[in-house]
């Protein structure tokens, strides 16, 4: 039977064959003397095998994979520089809420939350009821005309004279037995906070004493901080990945709301353990990064030096400090757990679906995120404590080192477990309301709630209002591209 490319098949008439192949050599049809004295010699199919294989080759259809021409390199730059007006944008937006939230988070609150308010009011009314009080008591000292029977007739000395004169001033303290803060020592930096918990109170106070440079502070170090952050998990991550045989769980399509789906993985443990250990090793190596950012959002902003390569040179430190190592991981690593195991979790347990079961699905990658949300922030509370003790603590090399100025008192740093004991239980206390008293006399109006100590539950979550808009814009605009797409805030 003659080959189907020399012809025709007569009992096949309507068939055409494939033009994919190598042709048929008719030159090996030919006697076998011919081919028996060539038998080293190369064909002419040989030689030609090269072109026969790009022949092959184009007949092939890519256009559905690949796209008709590559990117540029102006393309690339291009999308790369939109990629970063993008995310600088989102800084700017998020960066007063975000220096407001660090605020409240480091703020120390002394006993008697309007401590403020009863210093502003004793600035308004500088001759008191009390000052008058004070004037009528007579003083200990007796008229100096009249002989002195039961002390020395000798002449006081600078030190015992300097002692009398500062036992004879008398302060003003609350019921708590604090004293208000003086106007003559008060810096004019100092944020006077009347609130522990209001964000727009500190943006609002910021705006006044430093302008616009005080509510935007740290913009840049925080888009750096950033986009290190997400460059080094990504790359981590990778290569973690190539040395564990597992996918790289961020080429993994999701459809968690700021998570990584890794169900569709072969080893889903070990996709999550690449990722946990990625995001913990990245917090480690941006610890001295993210210490600095924490500085210039607490300091004042006429305050230099505001460079962030000259602060970082002042630190003195390129590595991670021992004393905040243990926060720093688990604030690198819980929420980054969290997320990535909550889509895993709800597939293979729950069997919760996002293709079958979308809605349900879609609001409990939603509640996830809020338990993201609120683990995360006392973790956050207490990180930013860790990192301003580091800041105002003495470096090896020198014994000595002034603490800088900061916006607020910064509460103590205690440990992971000693400082939220302090911010629940000894630190501060519930609001108390000035009301004014009989003949101009300031008093406090304390209510039930004020004769407890500390801040509460509630001082560990301060931000957390934000937090929780942010996470619903996210999954509303998910929602409504229908896609339950990615997110962050």
């Given at each position: 039977m003659s080959s189907s490319r020399e012809g025709p098949n007569?009992?096949?008439p309507y068939y055409i064959p494939p033009s994919v192949g190598l042709p048929a050599d008719p030159i090996s049809n030919t006697t076998s003397a011919h081919s028996y004295g060539s038998k080293n010699v190369p064909s002419p199919a040989n030689a030609s095998f090269g072109s026969s294989a790009r022949d092959i080759l184009s007949d092939l259809d890519y256009s559905d994979y690949l796209s008709d021409s590559s990117p540029s390199v102006v393309d690339v730059t291009k999308r790369l520089i939109d990629q970063a007006l993008w995310k600088y944008t989102s800084v700017l937006l998020a960066q007063p809420f975000e220096v407001a939230k660090t605020v409240l988070q480091v703020h120390i609150a002394h006993n008697g939350a309007r401590a403020a308010a009863a210093a502003e009011d004793m600035r308004r009314r500088p001759h008191s009821y009390r000052d008058e009080m004070y004037n009528d008591v007579p003083s200990d000292d007796s008229d100096p005309d009249s002989p002195s029977y039961f002390t020395s007739s000798a002449p006081l000395s600078p030190h015992r004279r300097q002692s009398s004169q500062s036992r004879g001033r008398r302060h003003i303290t609350d019921r708590a037995g604090y004293i208000p803060p003086s106007p003559d020592t008060t810096s004019p930096h100092k944020l006077e906070l009347r609130r522990g918990d209001s964000l727009i109170e500190v943006i609002s106070q910021l705006w006044t004493k430093e302008g616009a440079w005080g509510v935007w502070k740290g913009a840049n170090a925080?888009?750096?901080?950033?986009?290190?952050?997400?460059?080094?998990?990504?790359?981590?991550?990778?290569?973690?990945?190539?040395?564990?045989?597992?996918?790289?769980?961020?080429?993994?399509?999701?459809?968690?709301?700021?998570?990584?789906d890794i169900v569709d993985s072969p080893y889903p443990l070990a996709s999550l353990g690449v990722a946990v250990a990625a995001a913990g090793i990245a917090g480690v190596v941006l610890a001295p990064l993210d210490i600095i950012r924490t500085k210039l959002i607490l300091t004042p902003s006429t305050h230099p030096p505001r460079s962030f390569l000259k602060n970082l040179r002042s630190l003195n430190m390129f590595t991670l400090p021992p004393s905040i190592a243990a926060i720093t991981l688990l604030h690198s690593t819980?929420?980054?757990?969290?997320?990535?195991?909550?889509?895993?979790?709800?597939?293979?347990?729950?069997?919760?679906?996002?293709?079958?079961?979308?809605?349900?699905?879609?609001?409990?990658?939603?509640?996830?995120?809020?338990?993201e949300l609120f683990l995360r922030l006392p973790l956050e509370t207490v990180l930013r404590r860790g990192q301003m003790s580091v800041v105002s603590s003495p470096s090896p090399s020198t014994t000595r080192q002034t603490p800088p100025e900061t916006v607020v008192d910064v509460g103590p740093y205690r440990g992971f477990v000693g400082t939220m004991w302090t911010i629940a239980k000894e630190e501060g206390g519930a609001a108390q309301e000035m009301v004014l008293g009989t003949d101009g006399a300031p008093a406090v109006k304390i209510g039930k709630k004020g004769r407890r100590k500390g801040q509460g539950v509630e001082g560990l979550f301060r931000g957390w209002r934000v937090g929780m808009w942010g996470l619903v814009g996210v999954w509303g605009a998910a929602a409504l591209g229908g896609a339950g797409g990615k997110g962050e805030f």
């Open positions: 007569p009992l096949r925080t888009f750096i901080y950033s986009l290190l952050l997400k460059t080094i998990e990504s790359w981590t991550r990778s290569l973690l990945s190539v040395l564990l045989n597992v996918p790289d769980p961020g080429l993994l399509v999701g459809s968690g709301v700021g998570g990584l819980l929420p980054t757990f969290i997320t990535t195991s909550a889509p895993l979790f709800l597939r293979s347990r729950l069997s919760v679906d996002p293709v079958l079961t979308p809605t349900t699905y879609s609001i409990a990658t939603f509640l996830s995120s809020a338990l």
